[in-house]
DNA sequence: TGTACATCAGTGAACGCGCGTTCACTGATGTAC
DNA sequence: TGTACATCAGTGAACGCGCGTTCACTGATGTAC
């Protein structure tokens, strides 16, 4: 039966926060339709008043991600403390376990590497909003440099410490860790 | 019809190594069963007389693939050289755009840590070979550990640059490369 | 504000398709004598 | 070394299954008067 156009508004966004979380979880294969709309609450047939096709729906779950995943980023007093809260939360322990609700980047990165450019334009937006938040808790002239290179070994330390046995995670977890110190007080 | 012992040791090899680029080209699930015996010249009801089931390749193909790329590494009268040009090479814009024949870590790494042991397993073995190999290139009493933080610089910044677009791919790419670059003289 | 009717969100069965895997079959290879 | 027979690598059809997507149907919602 039909429903309200507020309660499909928020359809949409049970269907998308599902979506964000199980994509960063199962991959954006691993996670399929059925999954989804079940994960949000519904059945599967409803999906295409939402969305045009699969696609349209990873796109805009990746979108969501990101956002969630830069908040603490983009709406602080304070952003060098943001900034290295990030870090540390980023290469936790807690961080590699819980895929779900972590970085984008590093649970999807190579799968968006074959998608499509829809999903690909998505994830571009996301890494841009990360890098720039980081890059506002850095005082330097090249801290976007800095922040993109930092965030290229945040992304590299967990997609590596989530495929490797425990003992090697956590020395390469430790050994970025060491860096990511590093950087507030040397630099 | 049956053949030779030597020739059916020939075909698994094929197996292997057409695996070793599918899976990195396309993904593990994206690599199918058929694809793979077809690229190794075969039709698909053969696979069953040489792997169990499709885990069993995947786990012999990820060996296969980070033996291959670790090579430059391993086999070298200078450690640091190899070490370098490595990195160079890894952060390279042919790298980025040729998957099948780069890094199985950011080709395959989120992909990993969804699948079986026996996967993980053999990443995880390919992974400490990669970090040996540049390890042996760094003259510091904690080489280990600065080899395992490159090691996530490259993976993430590859992981990066092939899922977003080309500008900002240049620019983690060069972010990286100029970090990689600084090792060898500062350090 | 009330009424009559068109719209359409959500359901659940059904579709075509590709997947991993199985199987009967073939004929060359391996092996026991 | 030759012979007779068991083995088994590779083929191609077939399987059950889950996927993305479609569709007829429902009844509450939106809208035109």
Redesign the interface.
Known sequence: MRVSNEEKERSRERIVAAAARLIRD??L??ASVGDIMQAAGMTHGGFYRHFADKEHLLAAAITAAFDEFARPLQHTSNPTRASDEFRARYLSPVHRLH?AKGCP??????????AGSEV??A??AG??KVADGLARGIQAGDA???A??D???????M??A????DT?AR??LS??H??AALRSSSR
Do not use: H, K, N, W
Not at 108 to 114: E, F, H, I, K
Not at 162 to 165: I, L, P, Q, T, Y
């Open positions: 199962c991959g294969q691993g895929r980047a590093a649970a999807l990165g190579p799968d968006v590497a074959r690909r334009a994830f571009s890494v841009s976007r440099e800095l993109l290179r965030l290229a070994t945040l992304v590299g330390a997609v590596l989530r495929a490797v046995d090697l020395e390469i050994a970025c060491a860096r």
